[in-house]
């Protein structure tokens, strides 16, 4: 039996990791498609960069609201229902997207597409865990988790390269183009995703509220008595902060740089999508030859912060995109290398909590990089913002050598 003969027969079968595979390839299909065109998008309509910044954030902060009541929903009524209702209500957002022209449709768009976010956020893992745990997998979920990864990042790449070249028809097409593969998600997930659900007895929205509640009173309490976890939920918050001029503003800077459309920037998506992989890759390779926590921090953020400068500072597009590549190395290397540094420090009886407090801080620091970077993208201009950005980035190098001196062995992994 050939490989693709299998694959039909295992989707026909439903068999988990087949299914599991083929949903979290649709959905970052789903949600990489205008990537590339998102912000020209926002421009064309006549929106300034705060008011498109400003969409963003709300993205933002109603994932912020959102992810406790759909969480709740996910374990009293199901993991699918969950699923289907990520691919439904992220349709719905795209396709008013597609359809509106002002700043109040897309704030509307933006809250239901971070309301469809959280309906999948853990739902589709935690029903991949519970469909084979006693099935042929045992023992192989972690195998699963991480090759998804694989085809998640490969359909986020491909769709980034085709929305490019939607973006040059029309640039409310990929949004348009989202929809539809989200319907086409929907229609899927009712028919391949089996799930024999027993609603729980217990689970309740007040309760999940409580636990929010819980989640940050518990965590400040012990970030106090841990100064490590401290500064390093400060960096959180600092570099994702400076981060958002540069998720904003590359698409409409790069394409006036060059004067090219935006087939140019899906290409330039998948040369950015590469570098991150490479400097995942990096930290890996780092970990295995245990490298110090020290002299990877310092390369991480040298990485981020110098090319983001130079780029800034390029008036010519090539060059500046090169920077701008290298940029995205780093940024492939602070995510892995974050975690691995937090989850050091973190007792295995608080992870959970803290990494969730952690998140929310770097989302309320997100936010507030948007609105700020906003203004001042409307005021002194995109590349002024870069510049600012990497100056940022490189304030977390003394951070680092200030607060986190450890004798040599403290730093090996």
Same mark, same amino acid.
């Given at each position: 039996?050939?490989?693709?003969?299998?694959?039909?027969?295992?989707?026909?079968?439903?068999?988990?990791?087949?299914?599991?595979?083929?949903?979290?390839?649709?959905?970052?299909?789903?949600?990489?498609?205008?990537?590339?065109?998102?912000?020209?998008?926002?421009?064309?309509?006549?929106?300034?960069?705060?008011?498109?910044?400003?969409?963003?954030?709300?993205?933002?902060?109603?994932?912020?609201?959102?992810?406790?009541?759909?969480?709740?929903?996910?374990?009293?009524?199901?993991?699918?229902?969950?699923?289907?209702?990520?691919?439904?209500?992220?349709?719905?957002?795209?396709?008013?997207?597609?359809?509106?022209?002002?700043?109040?449709?897309?704030?509307?768009?933006?809250?239901?597409?971070?309301?469809?976010?959280?309906?999948?956020?853990?739902?589709?893992?935690?029903?991949?865990?519970?469909?084979?745990?006693?099935?042929?997998?045992?023992?192989?979920?972690?195998?699963?988790?991480?090759?998804?990864?694989?085809?998640?990042?490969?359909?986020?790449?491909?769709?980034?390269?085709?929305?490019? !070249? +939607?973006?040059? #028809?029309? =640039?409310?097409? $990929?949004?348009?183009?989202? *929809?539809?593969?989200?319907? %086409?998600?929907?229609?899927?997930?009712?028919?391949?995703?089996?799930?024999?659900?027993?609603?729980?007895?217990?689970?309740?929205?007040?309760?999940?509220?409580?636990?929010?509640?819980?989640?940050?009173?518990?965590?400040?309490?012990?970030?106090?008595?841990?100064?490590?976890?401290?500064?390093?939920?400060?960096?959180?918050?600092?570099?994702?902060?400076?981060?958002?001029?540069?998720?904003?503003?590359?698409?409409?800077?790069?394409?006036?740089?060059?004067?090219?459309?935006?087939?140019?920037?899906?290409?330039?998506?998948?040369?950015?999508?590469?570098?991150?992989?490479?400097?995942?890759?990096?930290?890996?390779?780092?970990?295995?030859?245990?490298?110090?926590?020290?002299?990877?921090? !310092? +390369?991480?953020? #040298?990485? =981020?912060?110098? $090319?983001?400068?130079?780029? *800034?500072?390029?008036?010519? %597009?090539?060059?500046?995109?090169?920077?701008?590549?290298?940029?995205?190395?780093?940024?492939?290397?602070?995510?892995?290398?974050?975690?691995?540094?937090?989850?050091?420090?973190?007792?295995?009886?608080?992870?959970?909590?803290?990494?969730?407090?952690?998140?929310?801080?770097?989302?309320?620091?997100?936010?507030?990089?948007?609105?700020?970077?906003?203004?001042?993208?409307?005021?002194?201009?995109?590349?002024?913002?870069?510049?600012?950005?990497?100056?940022?980035?490189?304030?977390?190098?003394?951070?680092?050598?200030?607060?986190?001196?450890?004798?040599?062995?403290?730093?090996?992994?």
């Amino acid at each position: 039996m050939t490989k693709i003969n299998q694959i039909k027969q295992n989707i026909k079968n439903r068999d988990p990791k087949t299914v599991y595979y083929l949903v979290v390839f649709l959905q970052n299909l789903a949600m990489s498609m205008m990537v590339t065109s998102y912000v020209l998008f926002l421009y064309s309509k006549g929106l300034d960069p705060l008011q498109a910044n400003l969409i963003n954030a709300v993205f933002m902060i109603g994932n912020f609201f959102f992810e406790v009541p759909t969480g709740v929903y996910a374990d009293y009524f199901g993991r699918k229902k969950s699923i289907m209702l990520f691919f439904l209500v992220w349709g719905i957002a795209h396709f008013i997207y597609f359809f509106s022209n002002s700043l109040q449709g897309f704030i509307i768009a933006e809250l239901i597409a971070a309301l469809g976010i959280t309906f999948i956020t853990g739902a589709l893992d935690a029903w991949l865990v519970d469909s084979v745990s006693e099935g042929e997998y045992v023992g192989k979920v972690d195998y699963i988790l991480s090759q998804a990864q694989v085809y998640g990042k490969t359909a986020f790449v491909l769709g980034g390269l085709i929305g490019g !070249y +939607l973006a040059t #028809i029309n =640039l409310a097409a $990929p949004f348009l183009a989202e *929809g539809f593969v989200s319907l %086409f998600g929907l229609v899927f997930t009712l028919i391949f995703v089996k799930e024999d659900f027993i609603k729980p007895q217990a689970v309740n929205l007040k309760q999940g509220f409580i636990d929010t509640k819980n989640i940050v009173k518990d965590s400040l309490k012990f970030i106090v008595k841990e100064p490590t976890v401290k500064w390093l939920t400060i960096i959180t918050m600092i570099s994702w902060f400076a981060f958002q001029p540069l998720n904003m503003f590359w698409s409409p800077r790069f394409t006036n740089l060059g004067q090219v459309d935006t087939s140019v920037m899906g290409w330039a998506w998948v040369a950015f999508s590469l570098s991150l992989m490479l400097g995942s890759y990096l930290i890996k390779r780092f970990t295995q030859t245990k490298q110090s926590y020290q002299k990877m921090a !310092y +390369l991480t953020f #040298i990485l =981020l912060g110098i $090319p983001v400068i130079i780029s *800034g500072l390029l008036p010519i %597009f090539l060059p500046s995109l090169t920077f701008f590549i290298i940029y995205e190395l780093g940024r492939g290397m602070e995510k892995p290398f974050m975690s691995i540094y937090l989850n050091r420090y973190i007792p295995s009886d608080k992870r959970a909590t803290l990494l969730s407090f952690n998140g929310m801080l770097g989302r309320f620091g997100a936010a507030l990089g948007l609105i700020v970077f906003g203004f001042l993208g409307k005021a002194i201009g995109f590349s002024s913002t870069w510049i600012i950005s990497g100056f940022l980035l490189l304030t977390i190098i003394p951070i680092f050598y200030l607060k986190f001196r450890l004798p040599a062995s403290g730093w090996e992994l």
